[in-house]
């Protein structure tokens, strides 16, 4: 009986050093460490595959696909929250890691579209104007920026069907986020910035692309392409300049235009769209807990560490 005991928890412990093994392995799976600044990493396939593979997350965000690189966005739910998305499995979201994200929306008809890192900060507009996003809402006082009074010419802000060319630079070390956009001469153009201090955290262990819509407005989204480094603006992490600590205005930079006075009391707000759209904003005085297997990893050694103790008393009584 006592070896029966002690073959059972022989074997449980062997399925639980498995499947920790596996967990361990799917997090190390990083194919931006031997890539080279500036390389593209990966094209997204919207038939999706083993990297990225999209669920509805809330409302129903319809996505038709056209081809592997090119889909039709369309909310579901009229004036309603709908989102889709995704991690890109393999592409690491940290301290030292950095992205460019470039994507093209077309529009035959007034539509919005957002695209976001990791389901909680993005970039969400219109053709003629964009702005930074914290879920549903601004972030802070990043409200919509427009292209003309930037003096940009732009593109396809009539809807006529002309594609419009986006650039999204995400810095896991500073915890920002710079949007483009591309004139009419190929140039990029710099929309809008985050600071440090703005983003708390970015929740997912990699990289993510997710949709947002809020209308049942046709974007047709394609040729989105995640590239090691800022390849945009030509930062560097190395650079040895230290962010300034929880400030929203790098010292010696530009302010952004000033949309709206952001208020510093904690409170529910709404924000309202070009189309009269009104949602909830997230609440963010908590910062978010980033997805991942390390409460997987954390239960696992327990479990180990309380079978390989069973195992232990057994063959004590035995002697």
């Known amino acids: 009986m006592k070896k029966a005991v002690l073959s059972i928890s022989a074997l449980c412990l062997i399925a639980v050093m498995s499947t920790f093994a596996v967990s361990v392995?799917?997090?190390?799976?990083?194919?931006?460490?031997?890539?080279?600044?500036?390389?593209?990493?990966?094209?997204?396939?919207?038939?999706?595959?083993?990297?990225?593979?999209p669920v509805k997350i809330m409302g129903d965000l319809q996505m038709t696909v056209i081809d592997e690189k090119t889909a039709n966005i369309c909310g579901g739910n009229n004036s309603a929250q709908n989102w889709l998305g995704g991690e890109v499995e393999g592409f690491p979201l940290g301290e030292n890691n950095a992205y460019t994200i470039k994507f093209t929306v077309t529009r035959n008809e007034k539509a919005c579209f957002g695209l976001y890192v990791d389901g909680i900060y993005g970039v969400y507009g219109y053709a003629e104007q964009y702005r930074i996003m914290n879920g549903a809402s601004s972030l802070g006082a990043h409200g919509y920026i427009k292209y003309e009074t930037m003096g940009f010419d732009i593109p396809g802000i009539d809807n006529d069907g002309t594609p419009q060319h986006y650039a999204v630079e995400v810095n896991g070390r500073d915890l920002t986020l710079r949007l483009f956009i591309m004139d009419r001469k190929g140039e990029y153009q710099l929309v809008d910035e985050s600071?440090?201090?703005?983003?708390?955290?970015?929740?997912?262990?990699?990289?993510?692309?997710?949709?947002?819509?809020?209308?049942?407005?046709?974007?047709i989204v394609s040729d989105i392409m995640i590239y090691k480094g800022m390849t945009v603006s030509g930062e560097k992490l190395s650079d040895t300049t230290a962010p300034p600590e929880t400030t929203t205005e790098a010292p010696g930079t530009t302010k952004p235009p000033e949309t709206s006075k952001a208020d510093t009391t904690?409170?529910?707000?709404?924000?309202?769209?070009?189309?009269?759209?009104?949602?909830?904003?997230?609440?963010?005085?908590?910062?978010?807990?980033?997805?991942?297997?390390?409460?997987?990893?954390?239960?696992?050694t327990g479990v180990v560490a309380l079978l390989a103790f069973a195992a232990c008393g057994v063959r004590k009584k035995k002697r």
């Open 25 to 53: 392995s799917a997090t190390t799976l990083d194919f931006y460490t031997p890539a080279a600044d500036g390389d593209l990493l990966y094209t997204v396939n919207m038939n999706t595959d083993q990297f990225w593979q």
């Open 195 to 219: 600071y440090p201090g703005e983003i708390l955290i970015f929740a997912n262990d990699n990289l993510g692309i997710y949709f947002y819509s809020y209308y049942t407005q046709n974007a």
């Open 266 to 300: 904690p409170q529910e707000t709404t924000t309202a769209g070009p189309g009269g759209e009104t949602t909830k904003a997230p609440e963010t005085t908590k910062a978010p807990e980033k997805k991942g297997c390390g409460s997987l990893m954390a239960g696992s």
